[in-house]
């Protein structure tokens, strides 16, 4: 994934207003900004007046103080107070949420009008819950927009308890989804999820997160500055990019790590961060192992050099959460023409593109001693690796565009703003 430079300022369109809400948006790089973030610089040209509601902090930093009001791209960013505790307790998570819904309720309910479309994102959790409220009393319709499913992922995590809290979540929840139009899910899993709960299936849209192809595209590892910037010219280079957090298990991977620790042609990269990735860090230390290097979160604009420094990527997600969160990184590997390890459900949604688009295999986690079978085998056969990535490239040609993605939104909101 990859968001546009936000630095370029256009005029806001005159045509139909929809209302974006999320906690962070550019010149934010966290995994929920950069989807909306594309989404938003691509519809503006389209006629639409969007605007967005979110925060003035940063995903990775609190203290950041961006500007309350300003254009970005034909996009009117409206950008409100928010406690700035940041990631580092429960608690003080818990104070940014509130302080963020509280924030947005009263910005919301002056900007809203009757025929918006206001479209709610899952940052944070049930922020769909003031957007129904909202979108109820100005007159507004409402449309959801799931990049998981909350309470159901803090309790497979075991961050909430089960109990009346944990219902409770879960009844206003669904309350706000059956409020909707519509609910895009990012997954079909998602789907039959929410029609599980009760959503009617006519109200779930299923749109597919992306990459900007136009962005990401294969670089030769000769011809890649950053592969040899870091030190890879003669190796087989594994990668994992992007946040690596609670949903993601890494014990897999740190395994097959020490099984090849003495193949001196083999390294792993680890580019991004997320709590995770902090917990990876010391067991790497702890253990002594020397074939693992990290690099943080890399700008936008070398993203297609970043993603194509390895020669095959991993991509982890725990069996519990299929059905409630859809690992994106697999659009921007695809878009790098990388093949594809995925750590995780044999039977999942990941494992399933994976077949489909022909691009790479599935590890049952803990199986450490296949994972790094399987490294081994595509160290000795070049060709495959070759022949896997254009593979992913056609996978993504196919359907795992923004520009797909925005054309999708583009006929949804449409249709919502023509009943309206």
Known sequence: ??????????????????????????????????????????????GFRVVVLTSRSAYDAPATSLPPRETLQGVDVHRVWTTRFGRGSLAGRACDYLS???????????LARRGDVVVAKTDPPLVSVVAAVVAG????????????????????????????????????????????????????????????????????????????????????????????????ANSLVVGYSGNLG?????????????????????????????????????????????????????APALLAQSLSVPDVHLVSLLPAMEGLIVPSKIYGIAAAGRPCIFIGDPAGEVAGLLAAGGFGLTVAP?????????ILGLREDAPERHRLGQQARAFFDQGGSMQEAAARWDVLLREDLARA
């Open 1 to 46: 994934m990859s968001t546009r430079s936000p630095s370029a300022e256009t005029p806001p369109a005159t045509g139909p207003r929809v209302i974006f809400i999320n906690r962070y948006f550019a010149p934010d790089i966290s995994a929920t900004s950069q989807m909306l973030s594309e989404l938003c610089f691509a519809l503006a040209p389209r």
């Open 100 to 110: 963020f819904y509280l924030s947005a309720l009263v910005a919301l309910l002056l």
């Open 137 to 232: 009393i100005k007159g507004a319709r409402l449309v959801n927009w799931l990049q998981d499913v909350f309470p159901e992922v803090a309790l497979r995590l075991g961050v909430l308890a089960p109990g009346a809290l944990a219902r409770s979540l879960r009844r206003l929840r669904n309350w706000s989804l059956g409020r909707a139009r519509r609910n895009v899910v990012i997954g079909e899993r998602m789907a039959a999820l929410l029609v599980a709960e009760g959503v009617a299936r006519e109200a779930i849209e299923v749109i597919p997160n992306w990459a900007d192809g136009a962005l990401i595209a294969p670089v030769a590892p000769a011809d890649n500055p950053l592969r040899a910037a870091w030190g890879y």
């Open 246 to 298: 609670r949903a993601h298990e890494f014990d897999t991977l740190l395994g097959a790590a020490e099984r090849l620790a003495n193949e001196a042609d083999i390294a792993f990269l680890f580019i991004g961060g997320g709590r995770g990735n902090q917990q990876l860090r010391a067991a790497v230390e702890a253990r002594g192992l020397r074939n693992l290097q990290f690099q943080p979160y890399q």
């Open 366 to 374: 803990g199986d450490s001693e296949a994972l790094a079978a399987a």
